[in-house]
């Protein structure tokens, strides 16, 4: 979190309380399970550069380059494509790093950052190792996971924050008014365990109300009490608001003393700081609330997961016909070929639209299912688009792909898969999916989704309002 000589202080006298009776969990998709020891031993790694370098990690200083290169190396592994941005300030040379999955919709793009600089008087493990480390976990769960991202997926870790929010201004500022344009969302994650926790929403920004609901609501349906914080343009989500693109994020309390409701909402000791090491020597990898950190690890994991997803109405609806017959499934099993029984009305899950759907999965036992049906785009066509709307849920838990849900185009014997869905992240909100078959003009196509469930707890697939359509 920005130095405190530099703003003006925190005062949670602003803040809404969202109550202190917790709601009933609502019915949410349960988001993956990032992994808190992976994310704490992220942390011990920056304690461990800052021990061998001063004893801080800040602009400058060899510790903040040396954690840059060290989160970079992770990156890179992992198939990101990284660049760093290097920009002057008044206490030396400091440095972004911008990671970008490959893939996704480049006119549509979802952005996660924390800066990852600390202050100079120490490491900076909760303010804001903590933040940083969740993303980078998160960053890496999700390129494992399988995903096919529906939006481009980018995530940032600022330098010079501690000096003025400097790294996320310069790279706000560097950026065209099209690459502007095409960021749909950012959030922040600044100082996410603090040791006498408080759960803060931002609530600082109309454009990104809906990032801030669906905090609220992923909240919610943990049975987690939070507030909503105006935060005072005190964190790197700043420069992203101030160009009008919609911003969020999680805080779990700086130097502002934890009132006696917030206690009993919350635990920990009233009258004391949420974390009373801010920006000072003790703010260490033993300055942490774990139970905080797995908590708020998993809601990044959530909305990560959620905003790749996300339907920002950037797909072209379908037009020309339809080349696939009985494409809502309104009239049973007709033009379908595959497994008996998927193609339903049943009521235990919702259509798109009309009545029947395809429902694939749902069994909690080992199976495998499918439907598929052939067609002939036609040679004289300039496009071929296949797009289908899906829900997905599950009783699966944790990271770890167990179910899973692939579209094919099966062509001369040959099966190619355009997508792969799974229990890791799914969302029960219909979204649309769409996929460039242009390659297959002129050819026989068979469309093919399949769905494979392992022998513990269910994931559903359920698919409707499908379309083969040409320009």
Not at 151 to 173: D, M, T
Not at 293 to 308: E, P, S
Not at 328 to 352: K, L, N, Y
Request: hydrophobic fraction near 35%.
């Amino acid at each position: 979190m920005r130095t405190r000589a530099l703003l003006t202080p925190l005062v949670l006298a602003a803040v809404t309380t969202a109550g202190l009776t917790v709601a009933a969990p609502s019915a949410l998709a349960a988001g993956p399970d990032i992994s808190v020891t992976n994310t704490k031993a992220h942390l011990d790694q920056l304690q461990s550069i800052a021990n061998a370098n001063g004893g801080n990690r800040s602009t400058g200083r060899p510790g903040y380059k040396a954690s840059v290169d060290w989160v970079r190396a992770k990156l890179d592994a992992a198939g990101y494509t990284t660049t760093v941005q290097s920009f002057s300030t008044s206490s030396g040379t400091s440095y972004n790093l911008v990671a970008d999955l490959p893939g996704g919709d480049a006119s549509s793009v979802v952005m996660f950052g924390a800066h990852l600089d600390s202050v100079a008087v120490g490491p900076g493990i909760n303010d804001n190792g903590s933040g940083s480390a969740g993303i980078l976990e998160t960053a890496l769960a999700y390129a494992a996971s399988g995903q096919t991202p529906r939006n481009h997926v980018r995530f940032g870790f600022w330098g010079a924050e501690e000096l003025g929010l400097l790294g996320s201004k310069y790279y706000v500022g560097q950026l065209t008014s099209t690459q502007r344009s095409a960021i749909k969302s950012y959030q922040n994650f600044d100082m996410i365990a603090s040791p006498n926790v408080g759960y803060f929403v931002y609530d600082d920004n109309a454009v990104g109300n809906g990032v801030r609901d669906d905090f609220t609501a992923y909240y919610n349906s943990k049975g987690l009490p939070w507030e909503y914080i105006d935060v005072q343009g005190r964190s790197d989500h700043a420069a992203f608001r101030s160009s009008g693109i919609a911003t969020g994020g999680i805080f779990s309390g700086a130097e502002t003393i934890k009132t006696s409701a917030q206690a009993s909402k919350w635990g920990g000791t009233a009258g004391q700081a949420f974390d009373a090491c801010y920006h000072r020597a003790c703010d260490t990898n033993t300055n942490l609330d774990l139970v905080a950190l797995d908590r708020n690890v998993d809601t990044i994991g959530y909305m990560v997961w959620r905003y790749a997803a996300k339907n920002y109405g950037t797909t072209t609806p379908p037009t020309g016909s339809n080349l696939l017959a009985n494409p809502g499934f309104e009239a049973g099993a007709v033009s379908w070929t595959g497994t008996s029984g998927p193609i339903t009305s049943s009521s235990s899950r919702p259509a798109h639209s009309g009545t029947w759907k395809l429902w694939l999965g749902g069994n909690g036992t080992t199976a495998t299912e499918s439907e598929q049906q052939t067609v002939t785009i036609p040679s004289t066509a300039t496009t071929a688009k296949l797009s289908f709307w899906g829900r997905f849920d599950t009783a699966e838990t944790g990271s770890t792909v167990y179910d899973t849900l692939k579209v094919q185009a099966v062509v001369a014997g040959v099966t190619t898969t355009l997508a792969t869905y799974s229990n890791v992240g799914a969302d029960a909100t219909w979204a649309q999916r769409s996929f460039d078959l242009s390659a297959y003009r002129g050819k026989s196509v068979t469309v093919k989704l399949l769905a494979t469930e392992d022998s513990s707890a269910q994931t559903s697939f359920v698919i409707d309002d499908t379309a083969l359509t040409t320009t």
